[in-house]
Each structure stands twice: as structure tokens, then as C-alpha cells.
């Protein structure tokens, strides 16, 4: 697995989980992926940014107006041009607004499926728990920060500013 992100915590995080990890910003993204999949890239990209949450005032109105669909197309871009032909790109990201600017010409030509939608938490969540529970995975190491319910404000500011090394808070009703 290849994890690709620019915010330090995170890409700690899945060199923690044993991804290999590269930075967006990198002027040669495109190149190293091609390298590290012998040329082909790969078989499948994830595109799990969508949009992400800081500057939206946590109410959908505000950010479908306040927010453009250009906000960050980058990542989905990315997903797009390093998938290799025949791949499929999976995007549960959430996206607001009337489209993305995306190389569609990209998609039709290298033959690339897309699978959209929301994480079908329903269908998930008694399989993962109980992996869990039997001990074969432990999330724990993606929690970063622990706190009670008072203080979920302020958390909520940390993670948004992506400060404190915020990457996943764990909330406590009563501490």
C-alpha cells in the first residue's frame, strides 16, 4: 500500500501501518508511483479526500456556498493519472458542487472503472468489530488525541487546524 498525503501526522501514521508513503507536493508524484509499481501503476487508487472540512463552519449550506468544486481537485487529478490502464479508482471522498475538474480524457483512455459512494457503514461495521474483538486488528494506533465531551469544541478546532498532531480524537461523555 502507498499512502500519499502532506500533513506530517498522517503520513507517520501509515508508515506506522506499513504503507510506503510519498508526499503530494513532490514535483515527481507521478513519476516515483510509476517506479515504485514496476512501470504499470497501480491496480487500484483510493481517492479519500473529497472535501475535506476546515473553513466550511460545519453546515452543509455553508459549504455549498461558500466552497467551490474546485476547492481540491488535486487528489482526485492524482488518483486518475496514476492509476494504470484497466485500473479502477475508488472514490468515497465527499464532494460538493455540480462536478470536479478531472482528466476525464485520462479515465476514457486508459479504461479505468470508477466506484463511488458513501462508506456502507452498516454493512461494515459488525465484520470490523468483531475483528476487533478477536484481537486480529488494533485501531488504537490511529488515535491521537483523548478527551471528555467539554472539551469536544476545541478539539474540533485542533483537528481542523491540523495542529497538536491531530489526526484522530476519541471522545469521552464523561472524561
Do not use: N
Not at 466550511?56 to 481540491?72: C, D, N, V
Amino acid at each position: 500500500m502507498i499512502a500519499i498525503d502532506t500533513v506530517p501526522e498522517r503520513l507517520a501514521l501509515a508508515q506506522g501501518a506499513s504503507a510506503e508513503t510519498l508526499d503530494y507536493a513532490d514535483e515527481d508524484l507521478q513519476q516515483r508511483i510509476v517506479d515504485m509499481t514496476g512501470g504499470k501503476g497501480p491496480d487500484a487508487v483510493i481517492e479519500a479526500v473529497g472535501l475535506e472540512s476546515h473553513g466550511a463552519g460545519g453546515l452543509m449550506e455553508t459549504m455549498q456556498t461558500k466552497l467551490s468544486a474546485t476547492e481540491r481537485p488535486y487528489a482526485l487529478s492524482q488518483a486518475i493519472l496514476a492509476c494504470r490502464p484497466g485500473g479502477t479508482v475508488s472514490l468515497p471522498g465527499v464532494f460538493i458542487g455540480p462536478a470536479v475538474p478531472a482528466p476525464l480524457g485520462a479515465v476514457v483512455g486508459k479504461g479505468l472503472t470508477l466506484k463511488t459512494g458513501q462508506t456502507h457503514v452498516q454493512k461494515y461495521l459488525e465484520p470490523l468489530m468483531d475483528l476487533i474483538t478477536e484481537g486480529k486488528i488494533d485501531p488504537s494506533f490511529l488515535i491521537t488525541h483523548r478527551i471528555g465531551l467539554e472539551e469536544g469544541p476545541e478539539a474540533y478546532k485542533t483537528f481542523r487546524d491540523k495542529a497538536d498532531g491531530c489526526v484522530k480524537v476519541v471522545i469521552r461523555p464523561h472524561g
